[in-house]
């Protein structure tokens, strides 16, 4: 799902997959056919039980996508690609996690549905052309349309293949803008200029985050009853927040939250179904998401520094996870010193930042809390840099991963667990059965 980029632009992943699933062929497909790549993927339903499985050969792509090469070149109606790989460990994974994701066109079960650009894509790919070619080494790929929106989701979706290739997992976790939509950066027609608007704003982000908070962590340790009750509350939140924005004519707390709801009730689909960490997944971009509109609006909304933090340490932390010291070559260790010091100089902004209770209701043993776990994790980031100093690849493997959890304490903190964490411990995953979330108020 990975690749290189020598020229211009990269293949969409649709393509690249449908292509390494089938060498020695030639793949056309005209616009408006049915076929592999037809209308409707992106409506598939109910337990996904290869998603654990597939999602860990993307991981596998995501730490491995230096020995991947490609050459691009951007057409007026499409791009003309040709991905190859010496590594045979890494094609072998490449052309099993592309079998996979072509069953997946076929059946109709989509992968980063919560990606705006993705979502788009599938649902276009009755408008693209495709004619896919073995070479030495890999395959070439044609991909065109006469659509206009088509060609521009293609050529949209190759800029984000390429973040993936230049920022790894730092970019996979992010949504994607569909072209010719407005971003929420150049939001200027809805200008939030005064300091009451502000404070609500930011007062509105804390109560979010309040109910957020747990449905992610919840989502993520996979005990279905306190994670549909998370995600319950987190629903009920964003009800009465639409009806106070439609109340108030509040158009700048639209935009901030504009389309949230349809990610948790995606989410929340998910989980119903059992798939709790894709549940996560679906609902982690939110939180940058969220960073970057406030910043748009003019936001001063403290627990982003903490999202600034999180983006640079997933970095980290998922390639050192469960890796192979032996691997950890000097272009790895290299990567990994850039990204400790930019971990670093983010951590030192967080320790000038004054979290004040307005946040969340912390408790007394909370704030108590808030200054060792902000000590801690600047030890372990420090940790990290020694290791990389002194080059013991296990050390510095287990120095990476160890820079999460003081950093997912603080985090949590500022979420409202009450009614919740015990249920983690002691609730039966089979005890409660929640109905569907919808994002239709009553």
Known sequence: ?????????????????????????????????GGPLGRGMGRGVGHDASMAVDRAGFHF???????IERSVTELPNGVRTRTTSQDAEVAAQIRAHVAAMYGRMKEGRPVRRWDPLFAALFEKSDQVALAITEVPGGVEVVETSTEPEAIALIQAHAKVVSG??????????????????????????????????LQRLRQLSAEFDRVYIPALALTNQ???????????????RLVAMRRQ???????????????????????????????????HETLEPLRDQLASRRRSLGVDYRLDVLSDYHAVMEAIVKPANGADPNLLDAA?????????????AIWARVEQTKFDTSYAPLS??????????????REAISRLNRALREGDATEVLGAAVAIKPPFAKLYMSFGDFSGLAENASSTPATQKNYPPISTEEE
Request: charged share 25%; net charge positive; proline share 6%.
């Open 364 to 377: 007394d043993a909370q704030k108590q809390n808030v200054e060792p776990l902000v000590q801690a994790n």
């Open 245 to 279: 924005a439609r109340d108030t004519k509040s158009d700048d707390q639209e935009l901030l939250f504009k389309g949230t709801a349809d990610v948790v009730a995606e989410a929340a689909r998910l989980a119903q179904s059992g798939d709790f960490l894709e549940a």
């Open 332 to 344: 790895a260790l290299d990567r990994l010193r850039q990204q400790a010091a930019s971990a670093a």
């Open 1 to 33: 799902m990975l690749v290189s980029s020598s020229q211009r632009g990269l293949t969409p992943v649709l393509v690249v997959l449908a292509a390494l699933a089938f060498p020695t062929v030639i793949l056309a497909q005209g616009p408006g056919r």
């Open 164 to 197: 993936f290739v230049e920022r790894g997992f730092a970019e996979a976790r992010l949504a994607h803008p569909v072209p010719g939509a407005i971003p929420a950066k150049s939001a200027k027609q809805h200008p939030t200029t005064t300091d009451q608007s």
């Open 61 to 67: 792509l995501l730490r491995n996508n230096g020995s």
């Open 222 to 236: 996979g005990r279905r009853s306190p994670s549909l009750e998370a995600l319950r509350r987190l629903n009920e």
